[in-house]
């Protein structure tokens, strides 16, 4: 794959992308953005962080609404990750269990060369915590 060009629009969904700690949909994107006085438009920020994610700069996920995320990627290998719902708190994770059952099925139908998105959505330890004591406090 050909990197494409460095652009000021692309350095600005980069940096903004950055300084995000977890997934972030393109429209909340575009409105930090345009809050900081960029003129970047929103077809501008959807190219951008298409062309992120295809040259592994960025992850990208669906919510379980359906919503295309994003966020800086931390690491250019394959991994999975687990998202607290509550927070947006995204941990990356290797899960070799998936790998192996996700090839083992696959080729257990005929399929060769597959591929797999694997994210686990849940609450971390302190939305679980918090949900805890305001459960027991409302008792």
Known sequence: MVAKRNTWQREAVRGALDQNEGFISAQSLHSSLRDTGSPIGLATVYRALADLQAEGEADSLQSPEGESLYRACE???HHHHLIC???GKTVEI???EVEQWAHRVAGEHGFTEAQHIVD???LCEACSQKAAAANSSAR
């Open 85 to 87: 719902r509550n927070c």
């Open 94 to 96: 290797e899960a070799t």
């Open 75 to 77: 690491s250019t290998a």
């Open 120 to 122: 686990i959505f849940g």
